[in-house]
Protein backbone atom coordinates (compact mmCIF):
# COMPACT_ATOMS: atom_id res chain seq x y z
CA UNK A 1 0.00 0.00 0.00
CA UNK A 2 1.11 3.64 -0.20
CA UNK A 3 2.57 5.20 2.40
CA UNK A 4 2.21 9.34 2.63
CA UNK A 5 4.18 9.79 6.17
CA UNK A 6 4.36 13.27 7.39
CA UNK A 7 7.00 14.25 9.77
CA UNK A 8 4.72 15.53 12.85
CA UNK A 9 1.43 14.56 14.44
CA UNK A 10 1.20 17.99 16.19
CA UNK A 11 3.38 21.47 16.01
CA UNK A 12 3.42 24.22 18.29
CA UNK A 13 5.26 27.31 17.18
CA UNK A 14 5.48 30.80 17.77
CA UNK A 15 4.17 33.90 15.92
CA UNK A 16 7.32 34.41 13.12
CA UNK A 17 9.11 31.66 13.06
CA UNK A 18 9.81 29.84 10.20
CA UNK A 19 8.62 26.60 10.02
CA UNK A 20 8.91 23.21 8.25
CA UNK A 21 6.39 20.70 7.31
CA UNK A 22 7.96 17.85 5.91
CA UNK A 23 6.18 14.97 3.35
CA UNK A 24 7.47 11.79 1.95
CA UNK A 25 5.87 9.30 -0.29
CA UNK A 26 6.81 5.91 -1.08
CA UNK A 27 4.98 4.93 -4.28
CA UNK A 28 7.32 6.93 -6.60
CA UNK A 29 4.42 8.90 -7.18
CA UNK A 30 4.87 12.22 -9.80
CA UNK A 31 2.29 14.15 -8.05
CA UNK A 32 2.64 15.97 -4.60
CA UNK A 33 0.09 17.97 -2.81
CA UNK A 34 -0.71 20.38 0.36
CA UNK A 35 -3.98 21.00 1.46
CA UNK A 36 -5.28 22.80 4.67
CA UNK A 37 -8.08 21.77 6.48
CA UNK A 38 -10.32 24.08 8.77
CA UNK A 39 -13.72 23.59 10.08
CA UNK A 40 -16.64 24.60 7.49
CA UNK A 41 -13.83 25.62 5.17
CA UNK A 42 -12.64 22.42 3.90
CA UNK A 43 -9.67 20.96 2.15
CA UNK A 44 -8.10 23.96 0.17
CA UNK A 45 -5.19 23.48 -1.89
CA UNK A 46 -1.88 25.12 -0.94
CA UNK A 47 0.40 24.12 -3.43
CA UNK A 48 0.96 20.86 -5.83
CA UNK A 49 3.93 19.58 -7.95
CA UNK A 50 4.11 17.46 -10.57
CA UNK A 51 7.62 16.80 -11.16
CA UNK A 52 10.56 17.43 -8.94
CA UNK A 53 11.28 21.05 -9.07
CA UNK A 54 8.01 22.09 -10.56
CA UNK A 55 5.54 23.50 -8.23
CA UNK A 56 1.62 25.37 -8.95
CA UNK A 57 0.06 27.37 -6.30
CA UNK A 58 -2.64 26.11 -5.25
CA UNK A 59 -6.08 28.23 -4.04
CA UNK A 60 -4.41 30.04 -1.07
CA UNK A 61 -0.45 30.08 -1.71
CA UNK A 62 -0.23 33.31 0.28
CA UNK A 63 2.30 33.04 3.21
CA UNK A 64 3.40 29.94 2.42
CA UNK A 65 6.43 28.18 0.18
CA UNK A 66 7.67 24.78 -1.03
CA UNK A 67 10.12 23.03 -2.27
CA UNK A 68 10.57 19.59 -4.20
CA UNK A 69 14.11 18.28 -4.48
CA UNK A 70 13.19 14.74 -4.58
CA UNK A 71 10.57 13.05 -5.97
CA UNK A 72 9.39 11.83 -2.63
CA UNK A 73 9.68 14.65 -0.87
CA UNK A 74 7.52 17.77 -0.57
CA UNK A 75 7.45 20.38 1.53
CA UNK A 76 5.53 23.12 2.76
CA UNK A 77 7.01 26.47 4.49
CA UNK A 78 5.98 29.30 6.31
CA UNK A 79 7.99 31.72 6.60
CA UNK A 80 7.21 33.84 9.35
CA UNK A 81 4.09 31.93 11.11
CA UNK A 82 1.12 33.93 11.96
CA UNK A 83 -2.07 32.58 14.25
CA UNK A 84 -4.39 32.27 11.06
CA UNK A 85 -1.93 29.45 9.74
CA UNK A 86 -3.36 27.53 12.80
CA UNK A 87 -5.00 24.68 11.18
CA UNK A 88 -4.74 20.59 9.97
CA UNK A 89 -2.08 20.45 7.01
CA UNK A 90 -2.59 17.05 5.19
CA UNK A 91 -0.06 16.24 1.99
CA UNK A 92 -1.23 14.11 -0.54
CA UNK A 93 0.42 11.95 -3.58
CA UNK A 94 -0.94 10.91 -7.09
CA UNK A 95 0.22 9.44 -9.71
CA UNK A 96 0.23 10.95 -12.99
CA UNK A 97 -3.60 11.40 -14.05
CA UNK A 98 -4.76 9.08 -17.02
CA UNK A 99 -2.88 6.28 -14.22
CA UNK A 100 -5.17 6.24 -11.43
CA UNK A 101 -7.52 8.97 -12.58
CA UNK A 102 -6.22 11.34 -9.67
CA UNK A 103 -6.66 9.05 -7.22
CA UNK A 104 -5.23 11.34 -4.10
CA UNK A 105 -3.42 9.30 -1.32
CA UNK A 106 -3.09 11.05 1.92
CA UNK A 107 -0.54 11.05 5.04
CA UNK A 108 -2.39 11.45 8.70
CA UNK A 109 -1.67 15.41 8.71
CA UNK A 110 0.26 18.00 11.33
CA UNK A 111 -1.52 19.65 13.35
CA UNK A 112 0.17 23.24 13.65
CA UNK A 113 -0.73 25.73 16.29
CA UNK A 114 0.75 29.05 15.91
CA UNK A 115 0.62 30.90 19.55
CA UNK B 1 -12.41 27.49 -10.51
CA UNK B 2 -14.93 24.80 -9.61
CA UNK B 3 -16.99 25.47 -6.72
CA UNK B 4 -18.33 22.29 -5.13
CA UNK B 5 -21.09 21.68 -2.77
CA UNK B 6 -22.19 19.21 -0.20
CA UNK B 7 -24.72 19.75 2.69
CA UNK B 8 -23.26 21.15 5.24
CA UNK B 9 -25.28 19.56 7.68
CA UNK B 10 -24.64 16.63 9.30
CA UNK B 11 -26.80 13.88 8.46
CA UNK B 12 -28.64 11.66 11.24
CA UNK B 13 -29.99 8.24 9.95
CA UNK B 14 -31.11 4.80 11.68
CA UNK B 15 -28.92 1.73 10.80
CA UNK B 16 -29.99 -0.49 8.23
CA UNK B 17 -31.50 2.68 6.41
CA UNK B 18 -29.54 3.93 3.17
CA UNK B 19 -27.78 7.07 3.43
CA UNK B 20 -27.56 9.76 0.58
CA UNK B 21 -25.00 12.08 0.08
CA UNK B 22 -25.21 15.04 -2.44
CA UNK B 23 -22.93 16.81 -4.27
CA UNK B 24 -22.95 19.46 -6.31
CA UNK B 25 -20.65 21.32 -8.59
CA UNK B 26 -21.15 24.79 -10.55
CA UNK B 27 -19.24 24.88 -14.19
CA UNK B 28 -17.77 22.53 -16.28
CA UNK B 29 -18.26 18.80 -15.89
CA UNK B 30 -15.08 17.19 -15.07
CA UNK B 31 -14.42 14.21 -16.88
CA UNK B 32 -14.94 12.25 -13.33
CA UNK B 33 -15.90 12.96 -9.48
CA UNK B 34 -14.22 10.99 -6.58
CA UNK B 35 -15.70 10.05 -2.95
CA UNK B 36 -13.68 9.78 -0.14
CA UNK B 37 -14.12 9.07 3.13
CA UNK B 38 -12.22 11.31 6.67
CA UNK B 39 -12.62 10.07 9.99
CA UNK B 40 -11.68 12.48 13.10
CA UNK B 41 -8.22 13.50 13.25
CA UNK B 42 -7.30 11.49 9.64
CA UNK B 43 -6.31 12.25 6.38
CA UNK B 44 -9.05 11.15 3.74
CA UNK B 45 -9.21 7.92 1.75
CA UNK B 46 -10.08 7.30 -1.45
CA UNK B 47 -13.45 5.13 -1.76
CA UNK B 48 -15.16 5.42 -5.84
CA UNK B 49 -14.41 7.02 -9.24
CA UNK B 50 -16.93 7.60 -11.45
CA UNK B 51 -16.13 8.82 -14.88
CA UNK B 52 -18.74 11.33 -16.87
CA UNK B 53 -19.51 8.51 -19.66
CA UNK B 54 -21.10 6.45 -16.45
CA UNK B 55 -24.25 6.97 -14.80
CA UNK B 56 -23.84 4.82 -11.68
CA UNK B 57 -20.70 2.62 -9.77
CA UNK B 58 -20.95 0.58 -7.19
CA UNK B 59 -18.59 -1.30 -4.59
CA UNK B 60 -19.77 -3.12 -2.30
CA UNK B 61 -22.67 -1.26 -0.03
CA UNK B 62 -21.66 1.92 -1.88
CA UNK B 63 -23.09 3.64 -4.49
CA UNK B 64 -22.21 7.09 -6.79
CA UNK B 65 -23.94 8.44 -9.62
CA UNK B 66 -23.30 10.95 -12.20
CA UNK B 67 -25.48 13.49 -13.95
CA UNK B 68 -23.75 15.95 -15.79
CA UNK B 69 -27.29 17.65 -16.67
CA UNK B 70 -27.80 18.30 -13.21
CA UNK B 71 -24.27 19.13 -12.31
CA UNK B 72 -24.81 16.34 -9.80
CA UNK B 73 -23.16 13.33 -7.78
CA UNK B 74 -25.54 10.76 -5.44
CA UNK B 75 -23.65 9.06 -2.86
CA UNK B 76 -25.45 5.85 -1.34
CA UNK B 77 -24.62 3.87 1.37
CA UNK B 78 -26.90 0.91 1.91
CA UNK B 79 -27.62 -1.31 5.08
CA UNK B 80 -25.79 1.37 6.44
CA UNK B 81 -23.46 0.58 9.96
CA UNK B 82 -22.48 2.78 12.99
CA UNK B 83 -19.00 1.95 11.64
CA UNK B 84 -20.02 3.96 7.93
CA UNK B 85 -20.45 7.28 10.56
CA UNK B 86 -17.48 9.75 9.31
CA UNK B 87 -17.14 12.73 7.07
CA UNK B 88 -17.81 11.83 2.77
CA UNK B 89 -15.93 14.43 0.42
CA UNK B 90 -16.67 14.75 -3.10
CA UNK B 91 -13.75 16.00 -5.56
CA UNK B 92 -13.22 16.75 -8.78
CA UNK B 93 -10.04 17.00 -10.52
CA UNK B 94 -9.35 20.85 -12.26
CA UNK B 95 -6.70 21.31 -15.49
CA UNK B 96 -4.44 18.40 -15.48
CA UNK B 97 -3.67 17.65 -11.78
CA UNK B 98 -5.37 19.73 -9.71
CA UNK B 99 -7.97 18.38 -7.37
CA UNK B 100 -10.72 20.77 -5.70
CA UNK B 101 -12.68 19.26 -2.85
CA UNK B 102 -15.78 19.91 -1.49
CA UNK B 103 -16.46 20.88 2.37
CA UNK B 104 -17.74 17.37 3.11
CA UNK B 105 -20.72 15.67 4.73
CA UNK B 106 -20.95 14.51 8.55
CA UNK B 107 -22.72 11.09 8.75
CA UNK B 108 -23.90 10.03 11.37
CA UNK B 109 -25.64 6.28 11.66
CA UNK B 110 -27.53 5.63 14.69
CA UNK B 111 -27.64 1.78 16.09
Known amino acids: DVKVTQSSRYLVK ?14 DHENMFWYRQDPGLGLRLIYFSYDVKMKEKGDIPEGYSVSRE ?46 | SQKIEQNSEALNIQEGKTATLTCNYTNYSPAYLQWYRQDPGRGPV ?20 FDTTLKQSLFHITASQPADSATYLCALIEGYQKVTFGTGTKLQVIP
Open chain 1, 14 to 27: RTGEKVFLECVQDM
Open chain 2, 46 to 65: FLLLIRENEKEKRKERLKVT
Open chain 1, 70 to 115: KKERFSLILESASTNQTSMYLCASSSRQGATNGKLFFGSGTQLSVL
